[in-house]
């Protein structure tokens, strides 16, 4: 717009910048006027009437334009109200991403490039930031940059999304094969005895959980040791699918990279799913096909 914001003040509409830098540009002249209009549609153009549907003000009609044409009711009419709906809440998302960016790279349009210094790019180039989503960090957990701790969280992950892999498996596996014989002699207690899902629980025998918790941490600290020396969840033991002393590193860094990412989608896709089978089974008492519909 050509001309002058605020004449007394000397500023115009072109010294004003886009985006948030505008905040600390319009007088404070210019403030009221616009708490003024806002109040003026809100309480005057635009009232409330507990009689008519949400959103529904009397003299507005299409597009807001006051006492303009309205909608007949009818099929028409509902699905332009849905997309007005769908919309706004697009819109929402939209202005707050663009006020996020706004405030990190200093342009509502600015290329992620131009904020060099941002803590959180000295992740983005790690494993597991894949599109369509990027770098993920919604809490902002990695927003100091601290690479010890991002190290720490990723080795964590790694941990949990491979065992999330196992119980997966081991969930849908026993539907469909169970070990013949004992699991406990001295029980009488069979493996076909045992049941799928939480119910199992009770059923395992003391004996039986110390085994357990035996292997894992003959697992967890022995066979595979974390090693500070190399990346998060490369242990020196394991090989291709956790095989101990399996074949050795691959040699094609493209496709080694690839496969290094389809495990972390896939440990991230495996804590969910355990997740909700086990919510299910727990409400719901379902296991296996049953679970799924089947």
């Known amino acids: 717009m050509a001309g002058d914001c605020s004449p007394s003040a000397g500023v115009k509409f072109a010294d004003v910048p886009n985006g948030l830098a505008a905040l600390g540009k319009?007088?404070?002249?210019?403030?009221?006027?616009?708490?003024?209009?806002?109040?003026l549609v809100e309480k005057g153009l635009y009232?409330?009437?507990?009689?008519?549907?949400?959103?529904?003000?009397?003299?507005?009609?299409?597009?807001?334009?006051?006492?303009?044409?309205?909608?007949?009711?009818?099929?028409?009419?509902?699905?332009?109200?849905?997309?007005?709906?769908?919309?706004?809440?697009?819109?929402?998302?939209?202005?707050?991403?663009?006020?996020?960016?706004?405030?990190?790279?200093?342009?509502?349009?600015?290329?992620w490039a131009n904020y060099a210094d941002s803590?959180?790019?000295?992740?983005?180039?790690?494993?597991?930031?894949?599109?369509?989503?990027?770098?993920?960090?919604?809490?902002?957990?990695?927003?100091?940059?601290?690479?010890?701790?991002?190290?720490?969280?990723?080795?964590?992950?790694?941990?949990?999304?491979?065992?999330?892999?196992?119980?997966a498996m081991g969930f849908i596996t026993p539907e469909y094969f169970r070990f013949p014989g004992y699991l406990s002699p001295a029980k009488s207690l069979k493996f076909a005895d045992v049941p799928n899902g939480l119910a199992a629980l009770g059923k395992v025998p003391f004996t039986g959980w110390v085994q357990i918790f035996l292997f894992c941490g003959m697992v967890d600290f022995g066979l595979y040791r974390a090693d500070d020396s190399r990346d998060p969840g490369d242990y020196a033991n394991a090989g291709i699918l956790g095989v101990p002393n399996a074949s050795g590193p691959m040699s094609d860094p493209e496709g080694r990279k690839r496969k290094l990412n389809s495990e972390l989608a896939n440990g991230r896709l495996a804590m969910v799913a355990i997740t909700g089978m086990?919510?299910?089974?727990?409400?719901?008492?379902?296991?296996?096909?049953?679970?799924?519909?089947?």
């Open 278 to 294: 086990l919510f299910q089974n727990g409400m719901f008492g379902t296991t296996g096909p049953a679970m799924w519909g089947f």
């Open 47 to 111: 009232t409330y009437d507990s009689t008519r549907a949400p959103g529904d003000y009397k003299s507005a009609g299409v597009l807001g334009v006051p006492n303009g044409s309205t909608m007949v009711p009818g099929e028409g009419r509902n699905r332009k109200l849905n997309s007005e709906l769908a919309n706004g809440r697009l819109a929402m998302m939209a202005i707050i991403g663009m006020f996020f960016q706004d405030g990190l790279t200093g342009s509502a349009w600015g290329d």
């Open 26 to 39: 319009v007088p404070a002249g210019g403030w009221l006027q616009i708490v003024l209009f806002l109040g």
């Open 119 to 167: 803590p959180l790019r000295a992740f983005e180039d790690e494993l597991g930031v894949q599109a369509p989503v990027g770098f993920f960090d919604p809490m902002g957990m990695s927003k100091d940059g601290d690479v010890t701790a991002f190290r720490r969280r990723r080795e964590s992950e790694l941990k949990n999304g491979r065992v999330a892999m196992f119980a």
